[in-house]
């Protein structure tokens, strides 16, 4: 089984980095990393203006928008078509006749997609480094705090990519055209939030997905929801991948492609 899905794994990273979006995607990442270096360096404005090298990566982490919310929307691009492509382009039964189960197409196209949504991650927190080290230098200033602050930023904003990432794939388990999957995720991201905030008068918004979502809120004490705490939004969080996982292998394993 397990040397099936990774058999299945390389063959889905191999076609996932073969396309020209994909490469693109990869490029962009370094290359915003690096022009936010020199627009904090150049610039004359108190906002974005940093003393070191810690406190840059901290401000790539942090910012609003904050660029590992970049990395999540091309990470969801991938994972948006990755199934729902096979439909619409008709490979689908190309690759059902090999003799492989559903369960191990989907699970091998998942995992690549997860591979290369933490790549990215790791491309810009590494980029995002040497940037800082080499425009503005590493100071002993607070830089411990500063330190775990960054840490606790990258782990949340996996978290959150991991989650969207999820729902993502779902979607394009769910819907057979790619561009269609792709609309809807970016959709929901982009308006997602701004919907749950709309509804935050009714005590059971804190169980919407994109209550929960913002896991770093926490760090400065400011949660959604007064009564919210980072175990729940954890919780809540675990609760809908299940959900998520399971919807799209039920729909992709009963799903009928003869047409």
Not at 8 to 22: A, D, F, I, P, S
């Amino acid at each position: 089984m397990q040397q099936v899905v990774r058999k299945l794994l390389v063959n889905e990273l191999h076609k996932l980095y073969t396309r020209m979006g994909t490469r693109i995607m990869v490029l962009l990442v370094p290359v915003m990393v690096i022009a936010a270096g020199l627009l904090c360096f150049y610039s004359g404005e108190q906002e974005i203006q940093v003393q070191d090298g810690w406190e840059f990566l901290d401000l790539v982490l942090t910012a609003v928008p904050n660029l590992m919310n970049i990395v999540t929307l091309f990470t969801i691009i991938v994972a948006a078509g990755i199934v729902a492509s096979e439909f619409s382009g008709g490979t689908i039964k190309l690759l059902l006749i090999r003799p492989y189960s559903r369960s191990q197409f989907l699970l091998a196209k998942y995992t690549a997609v997860l591979l290369f949504g933490l790549s990215l991650a790791l491309i810009m927190v590494i980029t995002a480094f040497i940037t800082g080290g080499f425009l503005f230098g590493f100071g002993a200033g607070d830089a411990e705090n500063v330190v775990a602050n960054v840490v606790k930023a990258t782990a949340f904003g996996v978290i959150g990519l991991v989650v969207m990432v999820t729902f993502a794939f779902m979607i394009s388990s769910v819907l057979r055209s790619g561009a269609v999957a792709i609309g809807v995720s970016i959709f929901f991201l982009l308006s997602g939030p701004q919907l749950a905030y709309m509804l935050k008068s009714f005590a059971w918004t804190k169980y919407l997905l994109f209550a929960n979502l913002d896991l770093y809120s926490y760090t400065a004490g400011r949660p959604f929801l007064s009564d919210m705490t980072l175990t729940f939004s954890l919780l809540v969080l675990a609760g809908y991948m299940a959900v998520f996982g399971v919807l799209a292998w039920v729909i992709f394993a009963k799903r009928d492609v003869a047409n």
